[in-house]
């Protein structure tokens, strides 16, 4: 309902704008007659001239664009453009077989199966919540976020998810996400 309102506000503004721009042409065309009649052809160039400038305003009152701006130095110009790019994006090169590393680390550590809070018998608590239902098949209640947490099975994958069996107590938590799991930090 609201945008509908708003199409309708929109249509109305540019009917408007549509309106006042025939009634500024329909002005020019008429000094323009009048300057033919009298033969004045000074006065017909500085009408079109006119003309072609409120045009120009007009085009950017609708669509909003700009004028290119007018660049006096072009060498100090590009200097400083090429200075800007250098800041903003930063001017890397790769050394001899770094794009190949760094392309096999991406690759690795998306797939990384061997965390160290995945190994068997390390201590890690859960960083989030974790529902009974994002878990696996028969957990029956919730892990709270902050429990200390015991794996005591291999990384697998389950709901594409890399996953682990999990004890906290007395329960068993199956299904529970690698990513969850944080290093336990001793106080000593």
């Known amino acids: 309902m609201a945008s509908k309102i708003w199409k309708d506000k929109l249509k109305d503004a540019k009917k408007k704008v549509r309106e006042d721009h025939e009634l500024i042409t329909q002005g020019f065309d008429i000094r323009e007659e009048q300057a033919r009649e009298d033969g004045d052809t000074n006065e017909v160039r500085k009408i079109h001239a006119e003309r072609d400038e409120a045009i120009r305003e007009r085009d950017f009152q609708i669509t909003g664009k700009k004028k290119k701006p007018v660049i006096k130095d072009q060498e100090l110009f590009d200097k400083n453009k090429k ?91 199956k299904g529970v996400p690698v990513a969850v799991l944080r290093p336990v930090v001793d106080d000593d």
């Open 83 to 173: 200075a800007n790019f250098k800041r903003r994006k930063g001017v890397y090169t790769w050394t001899e077989g770094g794009r190949q590393l760094a392309c096999e680390q991406r690759v690795n550590k998306k797939k990384n199966m061997d965390s160290p809070v995945a190994a068997q018998g390390s201590l890690a608590t859960v960083c989030r919540k974790l529902d009974r239902w994002e878990m696996g098949y028969g957990t029956e209640i919730s892990l709270k976020k902050g429990s200390v947490v015991m794996p005591i099975s291999d990384p697998y994958v389950h709901n594409n998810k890399k996953c682990v069996t999990v004890m906290a107590g007395p329960n068993i938590f």
